[in-house]
């Protein structure tokens, strides 16, 4: 495993950046398995987000994971395939 | 389409002569002018350095984060007027039908600011740093949009593009949705693009003043006159139907009772410009007669030609010195698609108090038989103005304002 894994830290750090926060959310609050729309993150905030990891951490997402639906838990964990893959090779 | 009556029930101002309708008309009455030499970027490398800057507007104090990253400047100060209007209307979005609301708003250059800043990460960092927001962040179209999601506002909505004329054509529009059954409807115009890939966009117009002096600049019907000084901010008003206005218990400032439109004859044509038909097509809609006109709000060019021309079509229509005319946009510069709005703003707000405000700096060249309003600001009693616009490449547009009628 890498020494510096993708935390919820870092994608909130990145999703402030990104887009902001929604009045009323606390992303330091129990977040990891809400999806981001309940968030209040559109599919562009999370297209900016999304492109923002990928020249942070030099890594491709895929263009179908950013969707509606998915989670911070989900996207973390994404995240950190990605990393150990390039990591390794 | 019905003619119902509809009226101005809120006005958000942002502009260089201060943020909020209350500080703008008393620095208007005051001659306390926004203009001075560029601080948004340093202009020693352009031939134009001076602007109308707005000063002490900072987004976050007006804005929920999520709306800050995803805004030009332009978009924050129309969202902020629009809350501003709102309240001043006693509006409660979430207490009217969505479908019930529209948005009509002016623009002319759209955002140029974070045009500028998403262009520069992609030809000097590469494609993948280029916000996802530049989709829609420069468009004309972004601050109705904003507005309306903002505001939950479904109604008939849209942009009007016709530089300066637009904030004149934009509450045109919204009269018409109005009248075609819409509730209510936010209109105006606010734009800002006081950055450098804006300036040298305004630059190459070829009408900006290059004089350094913020008190000989920018001198509409003056002998002197050198160009414009360009100016950012604007104002949002709330139109709506007298009687739902009526039945809700809402303050009306006034009434949007005339508008008219032309576009000038090709350069060189023998036929004279649009702005006296525009005029008289305005007074025609108001059922008003050229005597029943207390002030007007010039367009103020600035360039000679432009000034003799709108000079000109005052006197065809009222008179040598037939009526008193205003130029409070002396103090905010020209404000492009903000600039109509801000004088329809300035107009209601000289309706109810029954004072007209001064132009600065202006020495009036006898030559166009106009009475401009100089000095000082005078007392009359008023109630119609007539608010003109001029657009770059040809766009006339008047509306005539009338103060609501006494209980």
């Known amino acids: 495993m890498p020494a510096d894994p993708f935390t919820l830290a870092d994608l909130t750090r990145i999703l402030l950046e990104a887009a902001g926060a929604e009045e009323g959310v606390d992303l330091d609050g129990d977040v990891l ?24 951490y030099g890594i491709a997402l895929d263009d179908d994971l950013l969707t509606d639906a998915l989670t911070p838990r989900a996207l973390i964990g994404v995240v950190n395939d990605l990393l150990t893959v390039s990591r390794t090779v | 389409m019905s003619t119902a009556t ?16 209350r500080e703008h008309w008393a620095a208007t009455l005051g001659s ?42 332009m978009t924050r100060l129309a969202l902020a007027a629009a809350d501003w209007a709102l309240a001043d209307a006693s509006v409660r979005p979430d207490e009217l039908a969505s479908f019930d609301m529209g948005v009509v708003t002016a623009s002319a250059s759209g955002g140029f600011e974070f045009g500028q800043n998403e262009l520069r990460k992609l030809w000097s960092q590469g494609s993948q740093y280029v916000s996802a927001y530049q989709s829609f962040a420069w468009f004309y179209a972004v601050n109705s949009g904003q507005i309306s999601i903002r505001n939950g506002m479904k109604g008939p909505s849209g942009v009007v593009v016709s530089e300066q004329a637009g904030g004149l054509d934009a509450v045109a529009q919204a009269r018409r949705q109005i009248r075609k059954g819409t509730r209510l409807v936010v209109s105006g115009g606010v734009d800002a693009s006081l950055c450098p890939w804006g300036w040298v966009a305004q630059l190459a117009g070829g009408r900006l003043s290059t004089s350094e002096d913020p008190a000989r600049a920018y001198l509409p019907f003056d002998r ?38 032309t576009f000038d004859p090709k350069p060189g044509s023998s036929r004279p410009p649009g702005l006296r038909k525009a005029v008289e ?13 207390d002030v007007v709000f010039a367009d103020a060019a600035g360039v000679p030609d432009l000034d003799r021309a709108e000079a000109a079509a005052l006197s ?7 009526v008193p005319v205003s130029v409070p946009k002396t103090m905010t510069g020209r404000l492009y698609s903000g600039a ?32 401009l309003v100089v000095d ?25 304002l009338r103060a609501p009628a006494p209980h």
């Open chain 1, 33 to 56: 398995d809400t999806e981001f729309t309940a968030l209040g993150y559109e599919s562009l905030a999370l297209l900016e987000t999304g492109s923002r990891i990928e020249r942070t």
């Open chain 2, 6 to 21: 509809v009226v101005v029930t809120g006005l958000g101002v942002a502009a260089p002569t201060g943020l909020g309708a």
């Open chain 2, 32 to 73: 306390r002018s926004g203009i001075g030499r560029l601080t948004r970027f340093d202009p020693s490398g352009y031939p134009a350095k001076l602007a109308g800057e707005i000063t002490g507007f900072t987004a976050e104090e007006h804005l929920p984060g999520r709306l800050v990253p995803q805004t030009d400047r």
């Open chain 2, 224 to 261: 002197d006159a050198c160009g414009h000084v360009p100016g950012e901010g604007g104002a949002i008003l709330i139109l709506e139907a007298a009687e739902s206005a009526r039945e809700r218990g809402a303050h009306s400032y006034g009434e949007i009772a005339g508008y008219g439109a």
């Open chain 2, 281 to 293: 097509l305005a007074l025609a809609d108001a059922g008003a007669q050229p005597a029943d006109v």
């Open chain 2, 316 to 322: 065809q229509v009222f008179g040598p010195h037939g």
């Open chain 2, 340 to 371: 109509a709005p801000l004088d329809l703003a300035t107009a209601l707000l000289a309706l109810r108090d029954g004072i007209v405000p001064a132009a600065v700096n202006v020495k009036l060249c006898p030559e166009y038989g106009i009475d």
């Open chain 2, 376 to 400: 000082r600001p005078r007392r009359l009693g008023l109630r119609t103005a007539l608010v003109l616009a001029r657009g770059y490449g040809g766009f006339n547009s008047a509306v005539v």
